[in-house]
C-alpha cells in the first residue's frame, strides 16, 4: 500500500528511546525527511546514523530539553515547516497521590500535557498557513483506565485526550487533521520498569515483575511496530479523514470491564 508520504517533513519529539525511535525508523522508511528533538544529543546522532545507513532521508536533530522556557518557541523556530508533528516526549510518573507529590506531578506534566499542549499550538499555526498538516498526539490508554496507582498518568492522559479531541473536531477546516493514540503496555523499557515497580509493591519482589506481565493480552506487551505502524498510517495519505479520534491500542485492555 503506498501511503503517499515520500518527500513530506515530520518532526517527532521524544525520538532518541522507546516509541518515538521506532517511528523516527518507520516513518524514514516510508521515505519522510525528519526532524527529531530529545533531551540526549548521544542517542539522537546514533539514530541518525542507523537511519541515514539504510534510507534516503534528511535526518536533522535538535538536541533540546522542551521542559525549558521557550524551549518550544526555539524548536519551532530551527525546525521551520513540517506536513506532521508527532507528539511523543514525555514521562508522568506512576503512584498513588500519596506518593506523587506536588513537584513530581507538575514535573511530568509541563512535558507530557503542557508539552503537548505548546507544540500544537505553534505548528497548527504554521500548518494552517502553510495550507495543511497532521498532528498526532501519541497518548496512553491510562486515560481511559482510571488506575489510582498512576494518578497523575491517568489524568493528564485524559487530558490530552479530550484536547486532542476539541482541537481535532473543526481542524478539517483549516485542512489540518488532529488524532491520538492510545498504546497500552509497549515493549520498551520503561513498562519494564514500571512493572517491576509495582511488582516491588504487591509481591515484595521487583524480580516478580514477570508474573504481572502474565496479566496481559497474549500474556505480553506490545511489540512497538503495532503502534508505530499504525502512527503512520494515520498521518497518512490514506487516513485523509480521520480527526478528532482516538485510537486504542492494548489489546482490549481498556475494555476489560465489568458491570459488578
Not at 517491576?196 to 497474549?218: C, W
Request: aromatic share 6%; glycine share 10%.
Amino acid at each position: 500500500m503506498d501511503l503517499k508520504l515520500q518527500g513530506k517533513v515530520a518532526l517527532i519529539t521524544g525520538a532518541s528511546m522507546g516509541i518515538g525511535e521506532h517511528l523516527a525508523e518507520t516513518f524514514a522508511q516510508e521515505g519522510v525527511h525528519l526532524h527529531l528533538t530529545a533531551r540526549s544529543t548521544d542517542k539522537l546522532s546514533a539514530l541518525k546514523d542507523r537511519i541515514q545507513a539504510v534510507s534516503d532521508v534528511t535526518v536533522t536533530l535538535h538536541p533540546i530539553d522542551l521542559t525549558e522556557a521557550g524551549a518550544a518557541e526555539k524548536l519551532s523556530d530551527a525546525v521551520g515547516d513540517v506536513d506532521i508533528l508527532v507528539n511523543n516526549a514525555g514521562v508522568v510518573p506512576s503512584g498513588s497521590l500519596f506518593e506523587v507529590d506536588e513537584a513530581a506531578w507538575r514535573q511530568g506534566w509541563e512535558l507530557k500535557v503542557f508539552g503537548y499542549i505548546n507544540l500544537c499550538r505553534l505548528f497548527y499555526a504554521k500548518m494552517k498557513q502553510a495550507g495543511g498538516g497532521v498532528i498526532v498526539n501519541n497518548i496512553g490508554n491510562g486515560g481511559e483506565v482510571f488506575d489510582p496507582k498512576y494518578i497523575a498518568g491517568t489524568t493528564g492522559n485524559a487530558s490530552l485526550m479530550a484536547f486532542t479531541r476539541a482541537l481535532g473536531g473543526h481542524s478539517l477546516d483549516d485542512n489540518i487533521r488532529v488524532v491520538g493514540v492510545n498504546p497500552g503496555p509497549v515493549d520498551t523499557s520503561r513498562i519494564y520498569n514500571m512493572l517491576k515497580k509495582r511488582a516491588a509493591s504487591e509481591l515484595g519482589d521487583a524480580n516478580q515483575y514477570s508474573e504481572l506481565e502474565k496479566t496481559y493480552p497474549l500474556s505480553r506487551p506490545a511489540h512497538k511496530h503495532e503502534i508505530s505502524d499504525l502512527i503512520v498510517f494515520l498521518a497518512s495519505f490514506r487516513s485523509g479523514y480521520t480527526t478528532g479520534a482516538i485510537f486504542t491500542v492494548d489489546g482490549g485492555i481498556a475494555s476489560r470491564r465489568s458491570i459488578i
